[in-house]
Structures are given as C-alpha cells and as structure tokens.
C-alpha cells in the first residue's frame, strides 16, 4: 500500500479554556492529493490548529496525523522534528528568518540541521536564492531586507531540503499587493510532482489560485471545492 | 563550525550585554590566578631557596619555629658534644652563629637581621653562590657585610655605620650578592658582636653540613636523640613544612576567588538566560524547520561555555600580568618572587572556568531545548 503523504485521519483538538473545553477542530479528515491545496475559513475556524497537527508541531486529542508515511500523532517531539526537516518546507505569515545569519546561511540552514556538507550546502542555497530572484542578497541579513525579499527567502529555505510538503501559512498576510502577488507566484510554482502545497488564507483571491479549497468553520470541514 | 558562527553572531549582537559578562568572568578568574600563584610561587621560591642554602641542617634551641629567628638559647657544651659526636652522626663540618633581629619586623626597608658568624665563616659558608658586589666578603675583624637586597632596600652603603645596641656600632665593609632572597637580606657581622649586644656567650643556631652519604632527615634525628633541649630542623623537612602552610594557604585563598567565581558563573548564567527569553522565537523556528532539542541544548550551552572560556582565558593573562607586578614589589622588598602562575595553575584555571559555563549554561539549555513550537511562535 502507498504511504500517504499528508493525511489526516478524524484528526481532533480540544483545549481546556478555564473550566470549559473549547474544540477547535473536529474530526477532521482528508488526504491532500499532490497540488496546491488552500485551507480557508474566518478566524478562529480551526486552520491554524489544522496546520500544527499536521506539520507536527502539537498533538491531537484523537485522531491520526501522516506526514510523508509517518505517523506523527504516535511520534515524540524530536521525531516530529526530523520528519519535519526531511519533508515540510514551511513559509509562516511573519518570515521568521532568522536575524543572525544572512540570506544565505538562512536557506542553507535547514541542510546545516540535516549534516549536509559546506560546499553542497551552500551551492544549493545559491541556486535557491537565484530560483527566487535574490542572488544579490545573498549576505545581506533580514533587517537588510524588504518584507517581500525575506519572504522570498523563507520560501528559499522551505525547499532546501526539497520537502514532499510545503506549508505556508498567510504567507501574503504582511506583504503589499505587488509583493505578495510575487511571492503567490513563487509558491505556487513549487507545487510539481508529488509535492503538497499546503495554502492556509484568509484571502479568496489567494485561495482562488489553489486548485482546491478546503473551508473551515467553527472547527469542521464544511466544504470541499475542487477546481477546474 | 557554522553553531559557533551563530553563537558568535548572537553574541555580537548584543555587545555591551556580552562585554561585561566577559569582564566579569575575567575578573573572577584573574583574582584566582593572582590568589593561588602566591602558592605556586612561595612553593618555586622555596625550593629554590634551600638549593641555594648550604647547611643541610640547623640546630636551634627546642621549640623555635621552623622559620622563626632563633633566639640565642644554645649553650656551648651543644657545640662541644656536637662536635665531639660529628664522625657517629654524619656531619660533615658545623658552625654557630649568633641571630639578632632589630627594628619593627613588618616593614623589610627597618628590620634589620644581623647573622653574627664566627671567625674563619664568610657568607659563602651559608650561601655557596655569594658573590662581592663591593668591597669585601669577610665582615671579621670588625666589619659589616650586607646582603645585595638588604642594602637596597635601607639604602646602605659602604662605610655607613651600623648600630647594633647603644654601645656597638659597626661600619658596612662590604655588600654581598648571596644569590638567595633570604641571605640577600641579612646583614653579616662577626659573632661576637651579636653576642655582645645580646649580652650572651651563647648561640641561636647551629649549622650543620652533612657527610657525603648521609641523609639530612637522619642526622637531624640523630642530634636530637643526642643532645637534649634542641631541634634539629632539616631542610627538606622545612620544605615539607611550608608545603603544608601553603596547601593551607592554597584551601583560604581558593576559598575567597571562590566568591567571585559564583559571581562570574550567575553573570553567565543571567546573560545566557535572558538571550534565551529573548529569542524564544528564534528558537520556536529552529524547532519547526526541524532542529532536535539536543542541537538547541548544545547551541545554548556552548554560548555559556564560549563566554567561560574567552573570559577564563583572558582572566588568566591578566592573572599572569598582576602576578608579574606583585613579582616586581615582593622582589623589592624581600628578594623573593613570591607570586608564580604555573602551567599546572593555568590549566585549573581553565578547568574552573569551563566547569562555570557548563553549570551556567545547563538550566538556560534545558529552557531552551524545551521551548514548545506553538507557543515559541504564538500560533496557540
């Protein structure tokens, strides 16, 4: 049998809220077919407690979570840190670059993590700068850069290690029009192969791009849209 | 290579933060450096002392302290019987002498020591290596030799005249270079004069050479078994003497630095411990990019170790320099260089500081290393 590569099984989490339980997802299921896949919904709709459980960063309540073939919901935290690094990219809406090290050393991070040599790291996070139009930027570091730049490098650093699954959270949340429609761009053409995009927005011209919508509400699935 | 390029980068980025640790921990570790190489240094000069001293054993009356200035208790029948027995007990030639000290005893520039020697003893019978700096080595008849450091020190000079009690007074005939701290500082006069301002015919010491082929410790317990009131302290039992004062020394002052080595570790551990809290967010990327807790633990840790160590090394030159300024008064001032930083120190010291930055740095690691990736990077 095929291992899934992002899957989510009756996937639910309840958090305790003073004496109360709030749920902010139920039950969710799915299994994300290659392509861009956006996840929308108003706040507090359960996109961004989806997008933990399935990148690994908390556990659920009940359910199961499957990265790249792993069960993530029976894995310890530093598992879940290892699969992550081998097969998610991940974009968030505030860059979180991080400000010691320059554009480079950011995008060959990741690959440092993995024990990947110097000069393969470093030619890799050349080639990824130049894919994202910032070969000039290369030392600069991110308070040298413009908001769209570092999220462009984020995304750099998201496919160093060329993930099966590529998470970006609003990642046009902070950007100005010109510059998100950029990096919209970018991130879409990521999507090849096998490769899941994962498009967590708020914005229907973003999600307008995926080639599904997954909308959210009050913590359930309520809506599968497939395009065209 | 690049977890030390990121750890010297964070520590850059807040440069008077990671200044004054550094300083602190310098300070902490040059204080004991500079504590301890008193020890070092009184062991060096020691040793260096008795190898300069050439009686292998004095005999003083019983209950005088092992460096104490004997006071003239012995009588000449000591004398006689010693050296009616020398060929049994070993020694090899012996001679008294007379000790007399003047003045405060605190301040070296007015105390004076004077070694009264009998006819036929230069300062070369106590100190093999003494050499005239000027006029000459023989204080006899009636003459006055002072030890090189002794006549800087009083600022004495050749035909000064020496008073050693209301009615005697003796004129500088000569300065000495005895090539040890101790003799350099003594001033040499016939013996009898000592006695004469002491108004006694006794001695305060015998010294005594031992033969080829016998051991200083063994004859000293002979002449003890022998003559009855004395003791007879060898050198190498002076050594071991002081050994054990010094290591006593050793235990106080390492106990004092000790203060200030709890002080440079909780700078340490407060400067590592706020840059964690700083950068949580930091931290909350590395885990979800996928960094595992035990490359977190090691980033933080090795921060707390890098500042220990630079600091620790550059405590320890300093250390070194404060010891080469005290090695210049105490030189002065009693011929000795008292203060000596020793591989065997600089490697302590170095001990010390890494033990500091792993005990600082651990609990700001394990913080670190904990961080949870949600909350790091407010998606709860």
Redo the contacts between chains.
Sequence with gaps: MKKPILQAKNLTKRYRQGEAWIEALKGFTYDFPPGVTAVVGPSGSGK?TL??LL?G??TPTEGEAYLAGNPLHALG??ER??????H?G?V?QSW??????TAL?NV???M???GVP?KARTERARALLAEVGLSHREDHFPRQLSGGEQQRVAIA?ALALDPLVLFADEPTGNLDSAAGKRVLELLLRQARGERRVVLVTHDPEVAARAERILRLKDGALIEIQERP | ??TL??IV??LK?RPVRSLLTLLGILVATASMVLFLSFGEGLRKALSAEMTKFGPQIRVVAEGTGTFGVPNPELGPEVLKTLKAHADELGIARLFPAAVMMKGSGFDPATTFLFYGLPEGITPKDLAPAAKVVAGRLDPHPDGAVVGKQKAEQSRLTLGKTLRLSRKIAIPIVGIVDAGSGFANSFIFVPMQAVQKALNTTNYSVILVYVKEGFAADEVAEKIEARVPGVDAQSTTEAVKYAERAIRIGDVIRFGISLIALIVGGLLVANTVMMSVYERI??FG???????????IFRLVLFEALLLALSGGALGVGVGIAGSQVVNLYTTHAVGLALSAVTPRLVLFAMLVAVTLGLVAGVIPARVASRIS??EA?G?V
């Design positions: 961004t997008l933990n990148a960063f908390d935290e530093d840190a290892g699969v992550r690094l081998l998610a991940f968030f979180n670059l991080l400000p010691t090290l050393e060959a991070f990741p440092l993590l993995k110097a650093r | 290579m690049e390029l990121l980068r964070n980025a967010r930091e990327v590395m885990r979800a990019i996928g960094a595992r807790r035990g490359f990736v949600i990077l998606r």
